[in-house]
Each structure stands twice: as C-alpha cells, then as structure tokens.
C-alpha cells in the first residue's frame, strides 16, 4: 500500500510521502504563512475547505451530465475538475476580499496559496484515499 505513487502536478509521491507532504503544509498554512502574510490562520483553513466543499458540490449537482460526458471524453471531466478547483479557489479568495482589504499581490498570494491547498487536500482526500481503500 505505502509502495503505490500519487502523481501530483507531475510528481510522483509514494502514499507515504504524499500524506506527509500534505501534513506539512498543513502546518505551514496553520502556524508559518499567517506570520509572513499578516493574516489569520483559520482564515486560510476555513476558506480552502469552503473552496472543497463548492467544488463538490457543483460536481455533485452535474453528475449526470460529467458521467455522461465521461464516457465521451474522460480528459474534459478532469479539465472541469480542474477549472473547478481553481474556479472554487478563486472565489474563495475574492469572498476573503470582500471583508479584508489587502493590496493586489497579497490578494494574489492568497489565491495562489488557497488553489495549492485546495489542489493538495483534494488529491488527499480523493486518491490517496481511494488507493488506502483499495489496499
């Protein structure tokens, strides 16, 4: 089970490694960021798995439609799995705007460390999960 590899953004990981990596970040984003970035650290927790849930559920809503087109072509289902994390992380970053005001870069920055973590703990939660289950 610890041996299967996880390819994220062209890496490859073993289970093991993967789970750790995503630790790390975790703590990072929790405890290191916040410092460097002036912000609250829930902030960042509680907006990326604000951003998770809305990429499921819009996924969960075309279900039908993404198994139809599954079938069709699988690449455009993970091309819209995809745009929907960066979409959900995106959104999420400009709600966090709306209440605090931060310049352009750090709006910038916030996206960008939002989109990784949702892009992290999505791979987390659905492959290495699937690969444990598997095992």
């Not at 289970?15 to 916040?34: H, K, M, N, R, Y």
């Not at 959104?91 to 931060?102: D, E, H, Q, S």
């Amino acid at each position: 089970m610890m041996n299967r590899e996880v390819l994220f953004f062209g890496f490859r990981f073993t289970v093991l490694t993967f789970s750790l990596l995503a630790f790390a970040w975790t703590i990072c984003l929790f405890g290191v960021l916040p410092y460097f970035l002036h912000s609250n650290g829930w902030v960042y927790i509680f907006y990326t798995f604000g951003a998770l849930i809305l990429a499921g559920f819009v996924n969960r809503k075309l279900l039908l439609l993404l198994v139809a087109v599954f079938f069709i072509s699988k690449t455009a289902v993970i091309w819209f799995q995809n745009f929907m994390l960066v979409f959900s992380g995106f959104l999420a970053t400009f709600i966090y705007r709306l209440f605090v005001y931060k310049s352009f870069w750090m709006t910038i920055t916030h996206f960008l460390i939002i989109t990784f973590s949702v892009f992290i703990y999505y791979t987390l939660l659905i492959k290495v999960i699937r690969i444990v289950e598997e095992d």
